[in-house]
Structures are given as C-alpha cells and as structure tokens.
C-alpha cells in the first residue's frame, strides 16, 4: 500500500491566518490526489482532486499543490466554519489510502 | 441531488457478519464511470477506505480486509451493501457509504451510521 503522512496532526490558528497542511506519499502518485473536509457527525467533504483543482462549489480560499510525493493544502483566512479535520487521499494505487488526518482548530 | 443513505444493524456480536446496504437516490447505481465504495471511521482515529464495487458487479477490497469483504450490487433497487465476516470490537466505526468518480474520488457520502461491535 501507499503510505500518506500528514502533517501536523493537529493545529491551531486564529481567524483570518493563512493555514498550510502538507501531506507526503510514500512513492510518487503523480497528481493522484484528493483533499477532503470533515466536520464531526457530517459527511466528508471533497475540495480538491486531483492535488490541485478545486471541486464545483468549493470556496476560493481553499487550494492545493504539489506533484510526486510532495503536496499542500492551504486555507487562505482561516474563518470558524473551517473548522473540522482534513484528509488527504490518493487514488493512484488501486488500493485507495487516506492520510492520518489534521484537525484544525481556532 | 444524488443522496446515499446507510442502514444496518448498530450493533453486531464479535465473530458474527456486519451487514450494511445503501440506498442511491436522485440518481442512477448505474451511471457509467461511477463506483460505489465503503469507507469507515473507528472511534478517535482517521477513515479507511474498505472497498468499492462497480454496477456491473466487479469488485476491489482493501488488502487489509479482503479475506473477510463481501460488496454486491442491487441495480434493480439502486442500493448496494456491505458485509465483513468475522467481526471484532476493532471492526467498531461510523460506515460512510460514498460515490467514487473515476472509481476513487469521492465526490458524494452518506451521513455515516455507527456500527459497535460487542456481546
């Protein structure tokens, strides 16, 4: 399987700060990769696929980069209904894995 | 707007089979370029991805599980279910039932629905 290490697991920053969670993959997957937004008791959320095109809907503010092995994702003005944990997801494996996790918090 | 729901059975005794359905609405199971996956969180930690199955019945499972995954397709009811043997309290997590686009990217999931495992 495909390993996916995020970073930090946990973060706390105030309204308006620029948020940056990276995430690494244990081989190259190209630009195999989602970013999804989870609120406690709520479906998850995608925002981007494909490392870095962002899902019909979602808010400017939000965006990803990255290539290989190496990706970020970053809220551009951490607002309070950003609040949740985000994942990483690559697809390049058959085997679908998600990173650990970031939960962010104000 | 496309809807998936989980129902099943919230709590299940170790050894036995956890059984899981969801039911596809405001669209098609059939729709081409779509698969139907499992996705579940346990307690405090982060989700896994358990399988996908396509609408014509082919299948992939997460090497972890796959001695013990069974996914089928109902296409004549739009639902498609879940069912891992041999259950332990480990097994316990919300169950997300999720659309994949292009097969892994999951662009729509069901509201989750706890499973616990224990006698």
């Known amino acids: 399987d495909i390993q996916m290490t995020q970073s930090p697991s946990s973060l706390s920053a105030s309204v308006g700060d620029r948020v940056t969670i990276t995430c690494q993959a244990s081989q190259d997957i190209s630009t195999y990769l989602n970013w999804y937004q989870h609120k406690p008791g709520k479906a998850p959320k995608l925002l981007i696929h494909g490392a870095s095109t962002l899902q019909a809907g979602v808010p400017s503010k939000f965006s990803g980069r990255g290539s290989g092995t190496d990706f970020t994702f970053t809220i551009s003005s951490l607002q309070p209904e950003d609040i949740a944990t985000y994942y990483c997801?690559?697809?390049?494996?058959?085997?679908?894995?998600f990173g650990g996790g970031t939960k962010v918090e104000i | 707007q496309l809807q998936l729901q989980e129902s099943g059975s919230g709590l299940v005794k170790p050894s036995q089979t956890l059984s899981l359905t969801c039911i596809v609405s405001g669209g098609s199971i059939s729709s081409g370029g779509i698969s139907w996956s499992w996705i579940r969180q346990p307690p405090g930690k982060g989700l896994e991805w358990i399988g996908y199955i396509y609408p014509s019945g082919s299948t992939y499972y997460s090497p972890s599980l796959r001695s013990r995954v069974t996914m089928s397709v109902d296409r004549s009811r739009n639902q498609f279910s879940l069912k891992l043997d041999s259950v332990t309290a480990a097994d316990t997590a919300v169950y997300y039932c999720?659309?994949?686009?292009?097969?892994?990217?999951?662009?729509?999931w069901g509201q989750g629905t706890l499973v616990t495992v224990s006698s």
């Open positions: 997801q690559q697809y390049d494996d058959l085997a679908v894995t």
């Open positions: 999720a659309r994949g686009v292009g097969a892994t990217t999951f662009d729509h």
